[in-house]
Antibody, heavy 121, light 109 residues
Framework: EVQVVESGGGLVQPGRSLRLSCAAS????????MHWVRQRPGKGLEWVSG????????GYADSVKGRFTISRDNARNSLYLQMNSLRPEDTALYHC??????????????WGKGTTVTVSS | EIVLTQSPATLSLSPGESATLSCRAS??????LAWYQHKPGQAPRLLIY???NRATGIPARFSGSGSGTDFTLTISSLEPEDFAVYYC???????????FGGGTKVEIK
């Protein structure tokens, strides 16, 4: 079964850091680009970041640029999101998603159910 | 950043009726637009990509159309499992950010 499963969410104070992980299975991980997408409470989907198959192409939403870093370990079939300088507005359900393509960031055809990040003092 | 505006915000319909959802882009995205279905507590699901191509396993009652700035998702004859929130997403001008629309909730009337 093709799936991605997120982990690493939790409660964190403003200004602190958190690292999310995404474990992929059922497909050849290094054949595809990957993404993080979040949903703030009561809001819609918001693309956060994406990374191509070989990490050669990376992008971020303006709202997280300079604070979040996406990375991947193809040997471990894993995707990561390092989140620094967290703000209350980063509170959200964070989804990991597989892209349809390898070298371009286009559309997400496999999604996880998400891991919850709460930023609060 | 390209802004996607979806309308209406909520659509109240009965099973068996047809649903027409709109997505308008602030500038041309060519045909680089997708539609997703999202139900509470579940992972979002890709329905349509490149404006009109159904993703794997998506029923034929879902169809997409449009190009440039105006796009439509049509669900012919709503099934009970189709009541959900629908989002459009563009990928037009990478490396500029991908963006989603605000969503349309299709609810049971």
């Amino acid at each position: 079964e093709v799936q991605v499963v997120e982990s690493g969410g939790g409660l964190v104070q403003p200004g602190r850091s958190l690292r999310l992980s995404c474990a992929a299975s059922g497909f050849t991980f290094d054949d595809y680009a990957m993404h993080w997408v979040r949903q703030r409470p009561g809001k819609g989907l918001e693309w956060v970041s994406g990374i191509s198959w070989n990490s050669g192409s990376i992008g971020y939403a303006d709202s997280v640029k300079g604070r979040f870093t996406i990375s991947r370990d193809n040997a471990r079939n894993s995707l990561y999101l390092q989140m620094n300088s967290l703000r209350p507005e980063d509170t959200a359900l964070y989804h990991c998603a597989k892209d349809r393509r390898s070298n371009l960031l286009v559309y997400m055809d496999v999604w996880g159910k998400g891991t919850t990040v709460t930023v609060s003092s | 950043e390209i802004v996607l505006t979806q309308s209406p915000a909520t659509l109240s319909l009965s099973p068996g009726e047809s649903a027409t959802l709109s997505c308008r882009a602030s500038q041309s995205v060519n045909n680089y637009l997708a539609w997703y279905q999202h139900k509470p507590g579940q992972a979002p699901r890709l329905l349509i990509y490149d404006a009109s191509n159904r993703a794997t396993g998506i029923p034929a009652r879902f169809s997409g159309s449009g190009s440039g700035t105006d796009f439509t998702l049509t669900i012919s004859s709503l099934e009970p499992e189709d009541f959900a929130v629908y989002y459009c997403q563009q990928r037009s001008n990478w490396p500029n950010p991908l963006t989603f629309g605000g969503g349309t909730k299709v609810e049971i009337k």
